[in-house]
């Protein structure tokens, strides 16, 4: 099965396009919702957009603003998964193509652990440049950036990682939290079990004004790839 996680903060113009975009996917998959509260009506927007799905929904405030890293583990816990279920996360101002699904299914088969792929920019509706995939021999934590939307991998995968990759001093990763998530994962399951999806399915919005400055990406960037690099898992 396949599980939707989506992330978000003050997301009431894009939440609803999001899961609307998740819900028109055919296949067998659920939905988890994992929201930072703020100043608008983001949650009664997912909830009614969500009000008459056929899919089991699950949407969760937290009480305090926690952060993407966060909310990428505890969005991965909600529902609980099973071992062998493929989490796909989503930004809740992102959104997916039709036939996503669809697409993922040719790239799964027993070996494949994670997926990473394309998208489109919405500020050009072109592919973004950045989506290439590795060449089989890279070393992922110190090689450019490739692991892009969307982003999906067996859950039993995610459950190896160590806290402490999630964390900097005690406190939760507050930026590049795909990286401090991805790199470890690609890690532990070997490139020869990761697949680039060459078909853009996934829709970044950076028209929005959510994006964390370029400077603390950097910064929290160094920091996940200064930590150790894990082995790989049988």
């Not at 909830?47 to 009480?63: E, L, P, R, W, Y």
């Not at 990473?116 to 110190?142: E, M, Q």
């Amino acid at each position: 099965m396949y599980i939707f996680v989506v992330r978000g903060w003050n997301c009431e113009k894009t939440i609803e396009r999001c899961l609307k975009s998740i819900l028109a996917q055919k296949g067998d998959f659920r939905i988890s919702v994992i929201l930072d509260p703020g100043k608008d009506d983001s949650y009664r927007r997912a909830v009614d957009s969500t009000k008459d799905a056929n899919v089991h929904v699950n949407i969760h405030v937290n009480g305090t603003r926690l952060g993407p890293m966060a909310n990428t583990y505890y969005g991965i816990e909600l529902s609980p998964p099973n071992p062998e279920d493929i989490i796909c996360m989503v930004d809740a101002d992102d959104w997916i193509y039709e036939g996503a699904l669809e697409t993922l299914n040719k790239y799964y088969d027993h070996n494949t652990m994670l997926t990473y792929g394309s998208f489109i920019l919405d500020c050009t509706g072109k592919k973004s440049r950045i989506c290439k995939p590795y060449h089989r021999k890279a070393n992922v934590r110190t090689d450019k950036w490739r692991a892009t939307h969307m982003r999906t991998f067996r859950y039993s995968l995610f459950h190896y990682i160590a806290y402490d990759n999630f964390t900097h001093k005690g406190k939760w990763i507050q930026a590049a939290s795909d990286l401090a998530s991805m790199i470890p994962m690609i890690e532990m399951a070997g490139l020869d079990r990761c697949k680039y999806v060459k078909e853009p399915i996934y829709h970044y919005n950076n028209k929005t004004k959510y994006s964390i400055k370029r400077d603390i990406q950097r910064k929290w960037e160094r920091i996940i790839r200064a930590k150790k690099p894990l082995e790989r898992i049988a």
